[in-house]
């Protein structure tokens, strides 16, 4: 995994706001301004939200790993990672990640309250199985707001806990992989 550097850095901001300007790179920010392009998968059969055992883990994987697949086989991604903090000091280094950029996400008039979000990426080939350490950390909720992403910043894969939001290009391409694994969609009216 190559850590991304500060030319990449300003490259990556840059293009982030011009491919998502009504929203910072906050996986569960994304839904409200991109919905036409937004679509759910859940990571078990009858929408269950956590695996009980090895069985359960393996198709919340093969989930994950089917849909990633479909966006990035053979190409380079970005793996962003958050660090949630109450500190603007950003954390120290983390493991095969650069330092990416700090959000202000909850800003208080008490500076107790105030919340940062300290993002890292790492670029590397996508190649399936190649994070699943990090999504079964997701999928246990160790870890949270993850997005992996096209180098491009075309098609973004947020998993959480349950399941993984998905933003496609356009809403033909996102009707397309919808429909694909209709079977994985939640039965609630909006789609959660």
């Known amino acids: ?75 380079d991604v970005y793996v962003i990672t958050p660090v949630w903090t109450a500190d603007p000091d950003v954390p120290p280094h983390q493991p095969d990640a650069g330092y990416w950029q700090s959000l202000l996400v909850a800003d208080d008039p008490d500076p107790e309250f105030r919340t940062y979000c300290h993002l890292f990426a790492a670029r590397r080939l996508w190649q399936r199985g190649c994070v699943d350490d990090l999504l079964r950390d997701i999928a246990d909720d160790k870890m949270a707001d993850v997005l992996i992403t096209d180098v491009q910043l075309q098609r973004i894969h947020h998993p959480y806990d349950g399941g993984a939001d998905v933003f496609l290009a356009t809403p033909e391409e996102r009707d397309m992989m919808r429909d694909r694994h209709a079977g994985w969609l939640s039965t609630h009216p909006a789609g959660l």
Request: with cysteine.
């Open 1 to 75: 995994m190559l850590q991304v550097s500060g030319i990449e850095q300003t490259a990556l901001t840059e293009l982030w706001q011009r491919r998502w300007p009504g929203c910072p790179p906050v996986g569960h920010q994304l839904r409200g301004p991109y919905r036409d392009v937004w679509v759910r998968f859940h990571s078990l059969p009858e929408s269950k939200r956590y695996a009980q055992d090895e069985s359960e883990y393996a198709i919340v994987l093969d989930r994950y790993n089917s849909v990633l697949g479909e966006l990035f086989a053979g190409t």
